[in-house]
């Protein structure tokens, strides 16, 4: 029976490989949408979903430049908003979702963006994911935010198991040391950008091959 998951003991060694070949959270860190607070990095998390990153960028920019705060978008007729976002696509649903959010951040929360993934999860709009990038990236948290390349490592190598980012995300919890979760999000995006690549992954170049179940079923070794 092949393998889904590797055993604690090789998800620990797998860590120490990546913290001494990958580099780990900067002095600074923004996130991987560069927001400078919790609002903005929320909002453009909300507006990256299945969007390209520079389709993100680019309505990010004109969003945040008609307003930047709770009350600022929610002054902005709907057609505004609309037309600012539509490089992102999906520029209708999102904008319902955003202004829902800011309507709901204001009304519960006094217009400040909760510091916990359970509040974080119970705005409108903002999902694992999202929720998690905040908290480690604008609120300092240790946490592993799952996102497209870390969830391809993660299913591929063995550390964690899911269908979605975020059932990665929670199994990847459950299964990471503690040591590990303060960085662990810039290893593996890292890993995945570098080594561990979508298309054509550069085993010959991975310092993890011995341990990784998808090298084992597609090498022959291992015996999986």
């Known amino acids: ?17 990546l913290a001494e070949s990958m580099p780990g959270r900067t002095r600074g860190a923004k996130g991987p ?3 400078p607070d919790a ?16 389709n ?46 800011c309507e709901t951040l204001l009304s519960d929360h006094n217009g400040v963006v909760p510091d916990t993934r359970r509040g974080l999860m119970a705005l409108p709009g903002i999902g694992r994911k999202c929720a998690d990038i905040v908290l480690s990236f604008t609120f300092d948290h240790d946490v592993i935010a799952v996102d497209t ?9 063995g550390l964690a198991t899911g269908k979605t980012d975020a059932k990665t995300a929670q199994s990847l919890e459950e299964r990471s040391p503690d040591w590990a979760l303060r960085d662990g999000h810039f290893w593996l995006i890292q890993f995945g950008k570098r080594i561990c690549t979508a298309r054509a992954p550069k085993c010959d170049r991975c310092s993890i091959s011995d341990l ?4 084992r079923k597609n090498t022959g070794e291992g015996g999986v």
């Open 1 to 17: 029976m092949t393998e889904t998951l590797l055993p604690l003991s090789d998800v620990e060694t797998v860590y120490q490989r």
């Open 33 to 35: 949408k560069g927001q």
């Open 39 to 54: 609002f903005r990095s929320c909002i453009s998390c909300m507006l990256s979903a299945q969007s390209r990153d520079a």
């Open 56 to 101: 993100t960028a680019a309505a990010v920019k004109a969003l945040f430049a008609l307003a930047r705060t709770p009350q600022g978008i929610l002054d902005l007729p709907d057609e505004i908003i609309a037309e600012a976002i539509r490089p992102c696509g999906l520029y209708n649903m999102k904008t319902r979702n955003i202004r829902r959010f």
């Open 149 to 157: 390349h870390v969830n391809r490592v993660c299913n591929r190598i």
């Open 212 to 215: 990784c179940l998808w090298y």
